[in-house]
């Protein structure tokens, strides 16, 4: 096997990954040690590095054993997203298990395996935004995600069927065709009205 080092092949793995997968490329133990001491590569917890310049919240939400989640996750889709909430928001999927307390943590368990250091799919994005954001920031998430076709009709009837009840009628009300958030939040609150 011949030697890699740690940045490059994190580089090649999406900048941030589990120890098995870095050696699998042929980084070492010892090279991993060298590359935390230097600087060029942090450890988000045991078992996962990640390069110096990989987004804090990236980081931290993958030292709690999960993936970024919620409005983080849907502004790294791309998403227009009105306000997030404050604290930092971390999806487990179905299966996670959280390796440390996060007190100023929000745990998201919805359906699905996560990737270290890969958001949710979007419809869990959209999911988890329904729950703690508002019904605006939910709407021009969605609207967003649709303009950009980053949903698929099973993606859409999986939605309506994990929402809460009362929001559902907003994915039959969304449109594909929103050039921005505003527009969208306009059209929202115009409905609202009549």
Sequence with gaps: MTFTRADAALRTLGRIARTSELKRLGVTES????????????????GVYALADVQAVIVHAASHGGTVG???AGLLHGLWILE??????????????????????HIHWDEGKVAVGAPPPVRNVLLQI????????????LESALRQSLLRARDL?????????AMRWLVAFARADADSGLESLLRLRLHRLA
């Design 70 to 72: 919620c409005c983080a």
């Design 31 to 46: 090279e991993l040690t060298r590359a935390v001491r230097s600087g060029e590569v942090i450890r988000a917890r045991q």
């Design 84 to 105: 997030a909430p404050p604290e930092c928001h971390v999806w487990m999927g179905t299966a996670g298990t959280p390796r440390s307390s996060c007190e100023d943590c």
């Design 130 to 141: 329904s729950r703690c954001a508002t019904e605006d920031t939910f709407f021009a998430a």
């Design 157 to 165: 009837t999986w939605l309506v069927v994990h929402l809460p009840i």
